[in-house]
């Protein structure tokens, strides 16, 4: 009992996880099927096509990564908000959307890159501030390129 007892509480001092930045994964990526919408993901929030979200095994929740269609180089950042994909081979469900962005809708599956990048909040703070858009809309430009 002591043994149990000590476990507990060794376990629930324990700092929660976060995914290292830069954590590099490849393998397949899917999107959610149109029955899904509306749903609850694991996290407990609803299924929203138009959002840039996705499932994955591990990952924390809110956990922001980048990833990239290897076969067009099309990058989106998506947010960790469910657990999946439940298909062997398959590294990550996306949404709707960032599936359309990515290119995957067509063919249903295809083969991405998986990179950390972030929790959610902290992508901010690393695209520089633009004061006023409509007066020089090219101060956008280097926030819009690809992630490094």
């Known amino acids: 009992m002591n043994i149990l007892m000590s476990l507990l509480l060794f376990c629930s001092s324990m700092a929660p996880t976060e995914a290292p930045t830069g954590l590099i994964q490849a393998g397949k990526a899917s999107f959610y ?5 509306g749903r609850r993901t694991t996290s407990g929030e609803r299924v929203d096509p138009a959002i840039f979200s996705a499932a994955h095994l591990t ?8 990833v990239t269609n290897v076969s067009n180089n099309r990058s989106v950042i998506v947010r960790i908000n469910d657990r999946g994909p439940h298909i062997r081979g398959r590294i990550i469900d996306l949404t709707y959307a960032p ?3 990515l ?3 067509s063919r249903g599956v295809a083969t ?8 959610k909040g902290r992508l901010v703070a690393a ?3 633009v004061t006023n858009v409509a007066a020089d809309p090219a101060q956008l430009l280097p926030a819009l390129g690809p992630v490094d």
């Open 59 to 66: 990952l924390p929740f809110n956990t922001l990564v980048e």
């Open 103 to 105: 290119g995957i809708i």
């Open 112 to 119: 991405v890159t998986l990179r950390v990048i972030g929790k």
């Open 99 to 101: 599936a359309k962005a």
């Open 33 to 37: 099927a149109k029955k899904f919408t």
């Open 127 to 129: 695209v520089p501030s």
